[in-house]
């Protein structure tokens, strides 16, 4: 455990240098992309080619299949059939009819991947690791038979008594709740591999854990997500000068500027790409958090703001349709 650590920790020091460059699987692949393409002529891509194992070829092929059908529809008037198009074709190329949503336990031969992958909050220690695992905690992915110890999306899940407020309070506390006080499901990362970015794989992810969790625990009555606004700040200081120092002072104009963020639109999508994936899935939003995010990239990317979305069960696919079809966002 304490290797795997040590390769998380390596991994992600390098990646810093070469973030342009991260394809899909963080193990190898890198590196591979920037080497394919600095190589001079084919028989030197053939003998690196050759190096990688079945995965790592595998998901270089998907990712270079995503990326010609991205540009192939790149010229459609309108993103949502252009994204229904590459999804559709990537899926009968890839044969990803098939998927399956498995629970990853302590003890998963994929939990070295789920620590590398995770893309909303790294893991930072042993201990972060376990207390994701831990007994109040449900991590699920979706895997296909031809990738079987591959995730190629998952979602982390905290059992408490209340919705989450902030994310410190969900990673950072060491308090472990018992089944007799379990009302809300709280997503609170969900990742999904760069090379089927085309395909939203997440709204199955999150109906199929709403299902497992609901036989597992048929008591939970909210399921719910404490989520980043990424773009948030972005979107504010071009019309507002904010003194970081000084952000209490802000807290009225900056809520009430997010609420307006969160359901601002362009051609039939809202600007925020969590709120759209939301969205997108059939859930609504709930309650805007301030101060829910204090690290240095909680203050970057939104003011240190998060926000809490809701999935009804019963309503999702309405909601979804209506969004997908209509550009209508449900509050």
């Not at 794989?201 to 606004?229: M, N």
Request: glycine letters at 2%; proline letters at 4%.
């Amino acid at each position: 455990m304490f290797r795997m650590l040590h390769r998380v920790n390596a991994f992600r020091a390098s990646k810093t240098n070469l973030k342009e460059n991260w394809v899909i699987n963080p193990l190898k692949e890198t590196l591979v992309r920037k080497r394919w393409f600095s190589l001079a002529n084919e028989m030197e891509r053939i003998q690196l080619y050759e190096k990688l194992d079945k995965v790592e070829r595998q998901l270089l092929l998907y990712s270079f299949i995503n990326k010609r059908l991205e540009l192939q529809f790149k010229n459609r008037p309108d993103n949502q059939v252009k994204d229904r198009a590459v999804a559709q074709q990537l899926k009968t190329l890839l044969k990803l009819d098939n998927l399956k949503m498995k629970r990853i336990l302590w003890d998963s031969p994929v939990i070295e991947k789920i620590c590398l992958y995770e893309a909303v909050h790294p893991v930072k220690s042993l201990w972060d690791i376990k207390r994701r695992f831990g007994p109040d905690r449900r991590v699920y992915g979706l895997f296909t038979d031809s990738l079987a110890n591959e995730p190629l999306a998952f979602i982390h899940i905290a059992l408490l008594p209340d919705i989450a407020n902030n994310i410190q309070s969900i990673i950072n506390s060491s308090q472990v709740y018992s089944p007799q006080e379990f009302q809300c499901a709280v997503c609170y990362t969900i990742t999904t591999q760069r090379a089927f970015g085309s395909i939203n794989l997440g709204r199955q992810l999150i109906q199929s854990a709403i299902e497992s969790l609901q036989k597992e625990f048929p008591q939970l009555k909210t399921y719910a997500t404490l989520s980043p606004i990424p773009a948030f700040s972005t979107w504010a200081t071009d019309q507002l000068d904010v003194n970081r120092s000084k952000l209490e002072d802000y807290k009225e104009i900056l809520m009430d500027m997010c609420a307006q963020y969160i359901v601002s639109t362009n051609k039939g999508r809202v600007l925020d790409p969590v709120a759209n994936f939301h969205f997108n899935n059939g859930a609504i939003p709930q309650q805007i958090q301030w101060k829910a995010d204090c690290s240095d990239k909680g203050m970057n990317e939104s003011f240190c703001m998060m926000i809490n979305y809701i999935y009804e069960c019963e309503k999702m696919k309405d909601r979804w349709e209506s969004y997908q079809k209509k550009g209508n966002v449900v509050v």
